[in-house]
Every structure is written in structure tokens, then in C-alpha cells.
């Protein structure tokens, strides 16, 4: 069955694989699906033919002949469920994979994305200065437990899995701000990441489509 799925016609990030398709990307070259990409404008995302597949307006989708599905969460799971390479056979080894997955989307990336916010699109309040610190600490504090629990350890649940794949996403969004590498063992694990083929696909993938300019400054 066919793959596709959407991406931004035009990263803001100008190519440092920030957008969300690059997870999904990176999934589908772990376990060796070929897949399609559609771009859409800003603008495309908001008409009635792109809310049908994804009611928030928003990229990534992904499509796979009756199925359509949105968040990346969501999509990478069906992927991992589907095809080989990224969750254990052992049940237990499974849902702790899974868990991580959660955990990087509900525990890890909403104080990365608040700092997105606090930056720029409330960057211009008066009250930003103060705020801030407070959003970078909070990183801080979110990242300090991850480190403890990553420890010495490769991978966040023995083989690398759709956890890391997740938690490796997210954490990459912390990079630009300087927090993660406050990190070192955090920023090596993500450097792991970035090291697999797979990713290295999906990355070179996204920055045919966005290289360029940052517009994000
Ligand atoms: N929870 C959803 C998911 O995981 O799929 C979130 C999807 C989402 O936020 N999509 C963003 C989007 O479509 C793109 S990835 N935004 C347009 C809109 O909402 O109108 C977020 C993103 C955007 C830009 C950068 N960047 O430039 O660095 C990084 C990440």
C-alpha cells in the first residue's frame, strides 16, 4: 500500500529537520518503507481539502489507502506496530517502548514548545523578559530527570526503539536554545540518534525540500 504523507512546501526552520514530518520520515527508514511526500503552503493547511485529513490544519499526515491518520504520535505507532524495527517482540519490553513514546510527548516536549511560544509568538509582550527564565528552567528541570534516568545507558529501554525515536525528536527542539547541551549525556544520546542511517535518510530528505534561509530566526 502506498505511503504519503505531508510536509511544510517551506520549513521556517530552513532545514534543520525541527518539523514534525522528519519523525515520521525517520520511522518509515527505520523499518524500510518507501513513502511519498506532499507539500502544502501555510495557507493550503487551512482549506477544507487539507482539515479533511487533518482537523487542527497542520502537517504531518499521513496517508495509506483508507487510512488517514494525524499526530505524529499516532502515525509512528501505527508504523512501529506495522513493520519491524522499532518496538520489541517482548510485551513488556513493548509497552515500556510505547511509554517513552508518551513520555516524550506529554512529559519532555510541551515545556520545549512553551519556550517556542514565549519566544516567538509572545516575544513581543512586555512581560517576556521576566517569563523566560522561568520556561528555560523548566527545560531544565524536565531534562535534569531524563539525564538521571538515561544514565549511562544507550538507548532509553534497552534497544533502540520508537521511545528514542520520539525522545530524540523532541529533544532536538531543545538544541537551539543552548538547553540541551547543558546535557552532555543528553546531547550525546541525541547525537546516537542523528548517527542512525535512518535518520540521516530522513533528515537529507526534509533538507532537500527546506534548505535555505531560516524565516524562523
Ligand atoms: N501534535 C501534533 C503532532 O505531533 O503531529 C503537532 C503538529 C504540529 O504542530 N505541526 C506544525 C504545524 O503544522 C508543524 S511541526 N504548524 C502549522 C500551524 O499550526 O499552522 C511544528 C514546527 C514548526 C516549525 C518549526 N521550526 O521552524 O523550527 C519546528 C516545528
Redesign the pocket.
Known amino acids: 500500500m502506498n505511503i504519503t504523507i505531508t510536509a511544510?512546501e517551506r520549513?521556517?526552520?530552513?532545514g534543520?529537520g525541527?518539523?514534525?514530518?522528519t519523525r515520521v520520515r525517520w520511522a518509515l527508514e527505520e523499518t524500510g518503507q518507501p513513502y511519498g511526500v506532499r507539500l502544502v503552503s501555510?495557507a493550503a493547511?487551512?482549506e477544507p481539502a487539507h482539515r479533511r485529513l487533518?482537523p487542527?490544519?497542520?502537517?504531518?499526515t499521513y496517508e495509506e489507502g483508507d487510512l488517514v491518520l494525524?499526530?505524529?504520535?499516532a502515525?509512528v505507532l501505527h508504523i512501529a506496530e506495522r513493520h519491524a524495527g522499532l518496538l520489541p517482540d517482548d510485551a513488556g519490553a513493548r509497552a515500556r517502548a510505547v511509554m517513552w513514546m508518551f513520555a516524550a510527548?506529554n512529559t519532555v516536549e510541551p515545556p520545549i514548545l512553551e519556550l517556542?511560544t514565549a519566544k516567538f509568538t509572545e516575544g513581543d509582550k512586555p512581560w517576556t523578559a521576566e517569563r523566560l527564565p522561568l520556561v528555560k528552567d523548566r527545560i531544565r528541570h524536565r531534562l535534569g530527570e531524563l539525564s538521571v534516568r538515561l544514565g549511562d545507558a544507550e538507548w532509553l529501554a534497552g534497544t533502540f526503539s520508537a521511545g528514542d525515536l520520539m525522545m530524540v525528536s523532541v529533544l532536538l527542539?531543545s538544541r537551539?536554545s543552548g538547553i540541551l547541551d547543558e546535557f552532555p549525556s543528553l546531547a550525546a544520546y541525541v547525537a546516537r540518534g542523528e548517527a542512525r542511517p535512518a535518520y540521516q535518510r530522513a533528515f537529507a530528505a526534509q533538507l532537500a525540500v527546506n534548505a535555505g534561509p531560516?524565516?524562523?530566526g
Open positions: 511544510f520549513s521556517p526552520d530552513g534543520k525541527l518539523a514534525r514530518d501555510f493547511m487551512k487533518h487542527f490544519g497542520q502537517i504531518p494525524f499526530e505524529t504520535g502515525i510527548l517556542q527542539r537551539p531560516s524565516l524562523a
